[in-house]
């Protein structure tokens, strides 16, 4: 299993979304998934199962299959709240 | 004896192997097993020498840019763009950028440790950027060795805390808490943009996210896309101007103008998604790294995080933004042309995501007035700095990019001009005074 957050030039907020999941993912005490981060310009169907983008460049990767759209990056309970329920869809939980 | 001390001077001499030797002491620190120790070890060991290659791409498109730009209009032209600049200046300055950033990210923790300001920078790419340029600039100042790292650092580390505690009053507005902070080196044209928008803003002030603004620009955020597509412009225009006869002569080998340009064009664009995968895999331990240090440390922090948490706020004013600050962009271009000086090309890149974040505070303080003014202000700013540290960064000023965001125009030519009027002692003063006043425990009324 491998999630993969996605933003603009993929250096500085799909990092911090990254490092976010695997908190997350702790906490939930998920194991076996791996999370990393990317450009929206590498990124393509392939590379992961699920992927995590912004509201904001949610149009720029429909093409990218499963697709977890995040309203606000900062908010954690968002986030633990949506990693929550794909774990629980995926069996990881 | 002399064989040991040569070979160990000839290892921290390789960036790559220092970076490479930093990013091991942070994995061991966390105490990784040893499977991660290695991976990350040795990614970050390749992800050095990736930014390198993608520089010598890079270099092969910038080098006949200038020269058309020389030709078809007697001045430089420069296209300032951050991921360009840091890995030209990486050839010569690496070892002392990788060095600078270690130590500027303990200043950062010392900083918010034993002073008010509560900020860890975690934006990892604009800290190695910035680390870059000082590295360039107290070298130019005269600098070198110890003292050289010693300034820089402490520089870094007053930057990486300054950025974002200038723009909290306006993050405050923004976000409605006091729990993260922007950490973006181009906080001065965000928080000019907040002052200008308080300005502008008539009794009624209508917020942007009240009118019906068309989407689908979408792509623009696709950074491959959008440098390549204004690199063909650009290339285009020059080329255009430089006329084919001396672009088949002298740099295309024959090959017709405007095919040359267009593949130069996308070599550019080529060179800088290789440095990025490269920067990616340089910053894959660091940042977590320094993290999770400095959450244990640091335990009211507050984190600086990436422009684009912003973004959401506002998703208008990010479009308004843009285009103000690209128009102001264009003027700047024309004034610069009338005068005579060096002529700043308007990076869509740049204009983009600090153009948007100008839009979104102009926003907050002043509505759509405050967005469309605010990121014009930012556009010239980002246009005009600039042109001033260029000539505060030696040999680099010559290479027809540049670093494209305020702070660094700011941090820049504050340093660099110190050294030019009063030597390098002067920094080091400067430095200490910085420091000393951060270190008041001082509560503004507001924030009590």
New interface residues.
Partial sequence: MKFLAV???????S??VE?NIKQVLEELGVTGVEVS?S????ASPGDADVFFL????A??GEHLGEVVVL????DMDELKEKVTKVAEEKNLI | MNNVLATLIDILSQPAILVALIALIGLLAQRKNLSDTMKGTTKTFVGFLVIAAGAGILETSLVPFGDMFQEAFNVSGVVPNNEAIVALALNEYGSNTALIMFFGMIVNILIARFTRFKYIF?????TLYMACMLAVIMAVAGFNTVPLIAAGSVALGIIMTLSPAILQPFMRKLTGNDN?AL?HFSAVGYALSGLVGKAVKGKESTSTEKIDFP??L??L?????SIALTMVVMYFVVALAAGPAFIEAELSDDTNYLVFSLIQAGNFAAGV?II??G??LV?AEI??AF?GISTKLVPNAKPA?????V??YA?NA?LIGFFSSFVGGLFSMIIMAVVGSTIILPGVVPHF?TGAAAGVFGNATGGVKGAVAGSFVNGIIISFLPVFLLPVLGDLGFANTTFSDADFGVGGIFFGTLANYAGPMAIVISLVVILVLMAIPFRSKKSA
């Fill in positions: 933003c603009g030039s993929g250096l500085g907020t990092f911090m490092m981060h450009d929206l310009s590498s912004a509201k904001d460049i149009e720029g309203d606000n990056i900062i | 975690l934006t990892g790419h604009h993260v950490g989407k689908g979408g792509f955020r696709d950074s491959t896309v998604f990025l995968a920067v990616r910053l940042v977590p993290k995080l990436d422009v684009p948490i973004f959401t998703p990010v995501f």
